[in-house]
């Protein structure tokens, strides 16, 4: 049910790229505030959904809403509500930090008299202060992904959607990329859409989740609630991880839809690039 | 449903140092938003070239030699019609256009790195129409452009091309390259559209530089071109623009109305054109 403190409502939510479904009646709510996690493998749909929410690919009318906008027929609207970070490190590395986060606030309309100000306080927010007048191409991962933090906070966003924030940084930094988000949601208030393969984060730090497989989602609570189920299920002392209930969910066998050439190339890039 | 608010929330904690990130900035609409995002496009293209300027020098080696070897050859040569006027002041004019439209050609070479970068799905989130994107990226090639040929137009004021300093006259060339830029940026930035790969895009922009240069009146006149290449002229954005240059910088005989009328229609269907297709890149 959509309500004034729905952040997202998808209801059956479908995209298709030619005969492949990439998203098969999705059905979703993320509530104001919340730090959602959208978890499943390469090809589960999840980015596909997330393009879906963010407005990059078009859905008909009436099946997204963002804040109670329709992303079929108020996209500007829409995107203004949104601090979005994709997948691959994105930030342009012939320019330096705070000239990063200044194309942001530049398009996000922040008037001249307080742009300087504002990017500051993004950079130093991600403790990037220090490092604000380096090329971005300098930076380690870690400090790109908080860059890209700093560039979808500068506009003060009410929705933060983060496409596998922490894929391919090391432990350290996938803890400090972490921080930062929560840093951010507590001191804001924000809601917090992520994807993510890495199952302990989303156990660490989502309040709910949903579990993807081949365009829908096949399970939906919190992290807790979901282990709990499982154990009920299956029975047993020990409480079952969030991947068993993955593993549960989604079976464990190879499967031929599990991302395409591109996704997997973008993902290995991205890798390599932070590793 | 579409009138929710976007009003500032409730925040549950309020560290020092965020108070500006809890505010969101109050939208621009209607007509004012084309021209910050053209200016938000030009000011990255201009940070970048203040951080490295390798490009600008590598890229006035090409004109340079053209000048240089094709054009004082050819003007001992006296081979090419010029009304009057050395070969080499001649030549100038088409190879400003040229170095312009080399940058811009391969603009959407440039868009498919930002495509995998991430970066333009990251710019497509924003409040940006696209066709305010594809503008902002046409205007930005245009200024890159207009550097470049300020460089080409002080190489040929050194090789002794005697140019025009009347401060309308070069506004007017500056406008002319703008505006082609503009459009073969917006031609590049469509075939990404349509191609959606670098390597594919890499070979189709070689394959019609070449045409459009040879195509043109950059290097002789229309007149003595066959039949069949005045038809590529007459069709050719490249041949208006140096037709533009020339009457503005030599104060040949120009027809500066339709040159900037064909240029100004060929941008706009440019961006037209490559802002329909922007949407293919974002899948």
């Known amino acids: ?153 500068v506009s003060a966003p009410r929705l933060l959607i983060l496409d596998e924030p922490t894929i391919g940084l090391d432990p350290i930094a996938r803890t400090g990329v972490w921080d930062q988000i929560n840093a951010v949601r507590e001191a804001t208030g924000m809601t917090v859409l992520v994807t993510t393969h890495y199952m302990d984060e989303a156990d660490q730090h989502c309040d709910r989740v949903g579990l993807m497989h081949r365009g829908r989602i096949r399970a939906l609570g919190t992290p807790t609630e979901l282990r709990r189920g499982l154990a009920e299920r299956q029975g047993g002392d020990a409480l079952p991880t969030l991947e068993d209930v993955f593993r549960d969910v989604a079976g464990s066998g190879l499967d031929d839809r599990s991302g395409g050439f591109r996704d997997v190339r973008s993902t290995r890039r991205t890798a390599n690039r932070v590793g | 449903m579409s009138e929710a608010p976007a009003a500032p929330r409730t925040v549950s904690a309020e560290p020092t140092g965020t108070s500006l990130l809890l505010t969101p900035p109050q939208p621009r609409s209607g007509w004012r938003l084309l021209p910050a995002r053209v200016v938000a496009m030009c000011a990255v293209e201009l940070q970048k070239l203040r951080h490295d300027r390798t490009e600008l020098y590598t890229r006035a080696i090409q004109p340079a030699l053209w000048l240089l070897i094709f054009g004082q050859t050819f003007t001992r040569i006296k081979a090419i019609p010029t009304g009057g006027i050395p070969y080499i002041d001649y030549l100038a004019p088409g190879i400003i256009a040229q170095s312009a439209m080399f940058i811009a050609i391969f603009y959407g070479i440039q868009i498919i790195w930002e495509r995998d970068a991430g970066i333009l799905n990251k710019l497509l989130v924003t409040p940006t129409p696209r066709s305010a994107l594809i503008t902002g990226k046409a205007f930005a090639a245009g200024v890159k452009s207009l550097i470049q040929a300020v460089v080409v137009i002080v190489i040929a004021a050194i090789l002794g091309v005697s140019l025009t300093w009347n401060p309308l006259k070069l506004l007017g ?51 003595i071109m066959p039949g069949w290449l005045q038809v590529v002229s007459k069709i050719n954005p490249l041949s208006y623009q140096v037709d533009a240059l020339r009457g503005l910088l030599l104060g040949t005989p120009a027809h500066l109305g339709l040159d900037f009328g064909v240029l100004a229609v060929a941008a706009a269907l440019g961006i037209t054109a490559a802002s329909s297709l922007l949407g293919r890149l974002a899948r």
């Open chain 1, 1 to 153: 049910m959509t309500t004034d403190t729905t952040a997202v409502a998808c209801t059956g939510l479908s995209y298709s790229f030619g005969e492949t479904k990439a998203v098969d009646g999705l059905d979703l709510s993320v509530g104001e505030g919340e730090v959602f996690g959208l978890l499943g493998p390469n090809g589960a749909g999840k980015t596909t959904a997330i393009r879906c929410i963010t407005t990059l690919l078009p859905v008909p009318a009436g099946m997204v809403r963002v804040f109670g906008h329709d992303t079929g027929k108020d996209r500007m609207a829409v995107r203004r509500l949104l601090g979005y970070v994709p997948q691959q490190l994105s930030a342009d590395s012939g320019l330096t930090g705070r000239e990063n986060v200044e194309l942001f606030a530049r398009v996000f309309d922040v008037p001249r008299r307080e742009r300087a100000a504002r990017v500051a306080e993004a950079l130093e927010v991600v403790d990037l202060a220090d490092a604000a007048d380096r090329l971005a191409g300098t930076y380690s991962g870690g400090m790109v992904r908080r860059l890209e933090l700093a560039q979808a906070l």
């Open chain 2, 173 to 223: 060339v500056g406008l002319a390259v703008v505006l082609a830029s503009a459009f073969f940026s917006c031609l590049s930035m469509s075939i990404a559209g349509i191609v959606l790969s670098r390597d594919r895009l890499m070979g189709i922009g070689q394959a019609i530089t070449m045409p459009l240069f040879f195509g043109s009146n950059a290097l002789y006149p229309v007149a």
